[in-house]
């Protein structure tokens, strides 16, 4: 006996506000409206899951892309070099007068201990006497950045010359000689970019050849794009840590102090040093991984010069004639002048400058 329509089972509810019933014994009966109406929950039910599919997917790969870009940026963005006073070991140095110890190319060795411009031992020595640091100056006396920029003389040694052809011929290319002795040095350490400051002071020159130009403006712009074309290139040599140091004073020197230029000497220093600054500070943003110092040499021979009394000095104006003979020539002992000549810091200065840049580095 067939089963009535009311007496069919419902198994399926609120499709399409009608009810789909399955017959007992005699199997499935739908109407065509029924088939209809099961196709439409079946469509609607699967978009749901679909949707909700998509959206989880949409999530994923959003997680997926953050996840990529954070870790490209880490290795995008360069952490900056923790300087490490305790771990340096090295200094390099380039610059002028103040900085010499004149060395050998061939022999990589110094002419001697006090062979310098301040009649002894100058801020380098001092400060790899207290340090123990091994010592690679570049230096020499009267180098401007670069010669041709400020008309000095082509057979001076000028910071460009320094970089770009002693330095490779230590440290990028050097002889198997050369590389026999600088490995003598390193015996129970090794020099790695973290364990080496360099150094540059210079300026002095670039101001006392070219203190009357027009437009001298123009003129340290141009200086410090050298200047900045210079450290580009030692850090691609894989050089990390520098300490430029400015130009200090020299308008108070014997040389200019008292004079009808010492004025336009210091305004020129001051122009300068301002300039380097603002290189300073684009270095920083350039070479966000590089560490750059400024040491104000300026400031400190200031300081020195308008409070001599407690540092043993009492005459910051003049120099003695003769510095390697001073009783002969009815003078104060050296290490009581500031200035050994015109325009030279004595020993004694030099030895308070690498205290106080010890200092100063151990700050950092």
């Not at 003598?184 to 070219?210: A, F, H, Q």
Request: charged share 25%; net charge negative; with cysteine.
């Amino acid at each position: 006996m067939e089963s009535s329509s009311a007496e069919r089972n419902p198994i399926l509810k609120d499709v399409g506000q009608q009810v789909i019933y399955y017959g007992g014994d005699d199997g499935l009966h739908e109407t065509e409206e029924e088939t209809v109406q099961l196709n439409v929950y079946k469509r609607s039910l699967g978009e749901r899951y679909f949707f909700k599919y998509i959206k989880k997917m949409h999530l994923f790969f959003l997680l997926v892309i953050s996840l990529t870009v954070m870790v490209y940026m880490s290795f995008a963005t360069p952490l900056p070099l923790s300087f490490n006073y305790d771990k340096i070991n090295t200094i390099i140095s380039f610059g002028d007068s103040y900085t010499t110890r004149y060395l050998d190319m061939k022999s990589l060795s110094y002419a001697c201990r006090n062979c310098t411009s301040a009649g002894g031992p100058n801020w380098v020595i001092y400060l790899t006497d207290t340090t123990n640091w091994i010592s690679w100056d570049f230096a020499y006396n009267s180098a401007p950045i670069n010669n041709n920029i400020v008309n000095q003389a082509p057979t001076v040694i000028d910071v460009s010359t320094q970089v770009r052809d002693l330095y490779p011929k230590i440290f990028v290319s050097p002889t198997e000689e050369i590389s026999d002795i600088v490995a003598s040095k390193y015996k129970d350490m090794m020099r790695t970019p973290e364990s080496t400051l360099t150094t540059i002071w210079v300026g002095i020159n670039d101001i006392d050849l070219t203190y009357d130009y027009a437009d001298t403006d123009a003129l340290d712009s141009k200086i410090m794009q050298a200047y900045q074309v210079l450290i580009d290139e030692l850090i691609n040599e894989g050089v990390h840590q520098f300490m430029l140091i400015n130009v200090p004073p020299i308008d108070r020197a014997p040389m200019w102090h008292n004079t009808r230029n010492e004025n336009l000497i210091r305004s020129r220093v001051r122009g300068y040093n301002e300039k380097l600054k603002i290189m300073i500070e684009g270095l920083k943003k350039g070479h966000p991984k590089d560490t750059f110092f400024e040491y104000d040499a300026w400031s400190y021979f200031n300081m020195l010069m308008d409070n001599p009394k407690p540092y043993n000095m009492t005459d910051i104006d003049t120099f003695c004639p003769d510095w390697a003979h001073p009783e002969e020539n009815n003078c104060k002992p050296i290490e009581e002048y500031f200035w050994l000549n015109d325009l030279h810091p004595t020993f004694h200065v030099h030895e308070l400058l690498a205290k106080d840049i010890q200092r100063y580095l151990r700050s950092q």
